[in-house]
């Protein structure tokens, strides 16, 4: 891999692991959430079940074989923090867990991948653990407010806010419904909770430009794309956009006169679909084809976006957002 002047970067990609062999990840998967996380193993090629003691390292190797066999450079990579509620005591919720200390490990033994920490505000230890994070080498900082249930304007979470301002670490929040892990209050995926840390400075993603998930939840792209209009420190990616329901705002964002401030990922591992860019008259049969031969799946959604006619800085552009590093 040789990184370009102006790397490609994938902005939006998951770790996961069952913490079997020492990683301290976990999984509870069950119901609708055990069928998609079948779905997600499949669908990059996993030889092993989600609870085989060697599924953390598999799952390290062929992400970094996606990455290495792309087009692109780099991979953001997230970690997930656990649930934790007003008082900061942790709860039982959630489907996954991802703790930094394991995130940083993969990063500095591979540097393709650039770490993204997650750090639910709720927590007593959020500032020291922030503050740690930073020390490490965070790029972002990862949280699902409407799944890790954190609305981000409450001013108890403004000295948490101030830090990453102060840092430049921005934050990249879930926005947009959720299929793939619970959901505690579905008020917080809406972007206009995001209003506070974008007052006091924070660079804020809005991950999948606040589309929706399924055909129940609200789409909230013209409230983005408002609040883009008002804070020149909002940005959001185009994560998941090439699966069945969030394709319907693809056209949209090729559109959206907020293009530079549009980011590439891909959500990985969420499968990415061929059909959805063609039905919706973005791309012609023979592309369609032309990606469903592409196995590697971050391959595949870079391709599907060059196609529909996302330019190439759209795939660029996140290098001047996330915190630098090394700091000088």
């Avoid at 991948?113 to 965070?138: I, N, Y």
């Avoid at 319907?248 to 549009?262: E, N, S």
Wanted: glycine fraction near 6%.
């Amino acid at each position: 891999m040789n990184p370009s002047p102006s790397p490609k970067i994938d902005g939006h990609v998951h770790l996961v692991g069952n913490g079997r062999s020492g990683s301290g990840c976990w999984m509870r998967l069950g119901g609708w959430h055990r069928m998609m996380g079948e779905m997600m193993r499949r669908s990059i090629g996993m030889p092993v079940s989600v609870t085989d003691p060697d599924f953390d390292r598999i799952y390290v190797e062929r992400l970094l074989r996606h990455v290495r066999e792309s087009s692109l450079d780099y991979a953001l990579l997230l970690a997930q923090d656990e649930v934790y509620d007003a008082a900061g005591r942790k709860r039982d919720f959630g489907s996954f867990y991802v703790p930094n200390e394991y995130l940083f490990e993969v990063c500095e033994k591979h540097p393709e991948c650039l770490p993204a920490a997650s750090v639910h505000p709720s927590r007593t230890d959020a500032l020291e653990e922030l503050d740690r994070c930073l020390a490490r080498g965070a790029r972002a900082l990862k949280l699902l407010p409407n799944c890790h249930d954190i609305h981000c304007s409450d001013p108890r979470y403004d000295r948490f806010w101030e830090r990453m301002a102060e840092a430049g670490l921005p934050l990249l929040a879930h926005t947009g419904g959720e299929m793939t892990v619970p959901v505690a209050n579905a008020a917080y995926q809406d972007p206009r909770t995001l209003r506070r840390p974008l007052e006091i400075g924070v660079k804020v993603i809005a991950a999948h430009c606040a589309s929706n998930s399924s055909f129940w939840d609200k789409n909230y792209f013209t409230e983005l794309q408002q609040m883009m209009q008002q804070f020149p420190n909002l940005y959001a990616d185009t994560s998941a956009l090439n699966t069945p329901v969030r394709s319907g705002i693809l056209r949209d964002a090729l559109h959206t006169v907020h293009a530079d401030r549009l980011l590439h990922g891909s959500d990985f591992p969420v499968p990415i679909g061929t059909w959805y860019a063609w039905l919706r008259g973005l791309i012609d049969y023979d592309d369609r084809r032309q990606a469903a031969r592409i196995e590697n799946l971050l391959e595949r959604d870079y391709i599907l976006k060059r196609m529909a006619g996302f330019e190439e800085a759209h795939f660029t552009q996140i290098s001047k957002v996330l915190r630098p590093w090394p700091q000088h």
